[in-house]
């Protein structure tokens, strides 16, 4: 049974188009996360919700819209995609609010943006 | 602006052998340093992680030394071996914010 699962794995679309990813834990964790991890694999924090509230949004474009209707779900809602939004995205969940517990990430959802 | 540098950015090192990997940091308010294993095609997962009340950590064959006045972190892995083949990122952590490296991608030559 997976700990965090992300869908689509893959999603391939046009520019201009907008698209959604949508993760699920099942560890009972409060923290949720999304994490961008672009073609040089460096992985950068996007937003963090703890118990559906917004606690972190990084300098990320307005065109990215988190939303979390409950502590087990956080998806991520993008608008008008562009090509340089094509990068692997990582859901993650963590029990601790201060960020000291394990990060448990998911496998991932590539984008590719044509 | 990188908040933790990672090196190397790739390493080849033969099976038995010792893989090292180092990271550096600026902010001293960081209090938690983990470092995660990711294989291609999956997420990355917590490999061993450590407080800057401790100059070291080991974990089996993993071990984490820490150098708080240098700011500085290295992981080593002792007998290295193919299954240890992965990207590996070290990270920081501050108010639930965490920092990663660029990560390195080792690859144990068997």
């Known amino acids: 049974d997976t700990a965090v699962s992300q869908t689509p794995k893959y999603l391939v679309t046009q520019m201009g188009n907008d698209k959604s990813i949508k993760c699920e834990q099942n560890?009972?964790?409060?923290?949720m996360y999304w994490y961008k991890q672009d073609s040089k694999k460096f992985l950068k924090i996007m937003f963090s919700?703890?118990?559906?509230?917004?606690?972190i949004n990084e300098t990320v474009p307005n065109r990215f819209s988190p939303k979390s209707p409950d502590k087990a779900h956080l998806n991520l809602h993008i608008n008008s995609l562009e090509l340089g939004d094509s990068a692997v995205y990582f859901c993650?969940?963590?029990?601790?609010?201060?960020?000291?517990?394990?990060?448990?990430f998911g496998e991932g959802s590539r984008l590719t943006v044509l | 602006q990188q908040q933790v540098k990672q090196s190397p950015q790739s390493l080849i090192v033969q099976k038995g052998g010792i893989s090292i990997i180092n990271c550096a940091y600026e902010?001293?308010?960081?209090?938690?340093f983990p470092w995660y294993q990711q294989f291609p095609g999956k997420g990355p997962a917590l490999l061993i992680a450590?407080?800057?009340?401790?100059s070291e950590k080991k974990e089996g064959r993993f071990t984490i030394s820490f150098n708080k006045s240098a700011k500085q972190f290295s992981l080593h892995i002792m007998d290295s071996q193919p299954g240890d083949s992965a990207t590996y990122f070290c990270a920081a952590n501050n108010f639930n914010k965490f920092y990663f490296g660029s990560g390195t991608k080792l690859n144990v030559k068997p």
């Open positions: 560890l009972g964790h409060d923290t």
């Open positions: 919700y703890n118990n559906k509230e917004l606690i």
């Open positions: 902010n001293t308010a960081f209090d938690y």
């Open positions: 450590i407080r800057p009340d401790v």
């Open positions: 993650a969940s963590s029990q601790d609010v201060l960020g000291v517990g394990e990060l448990f």
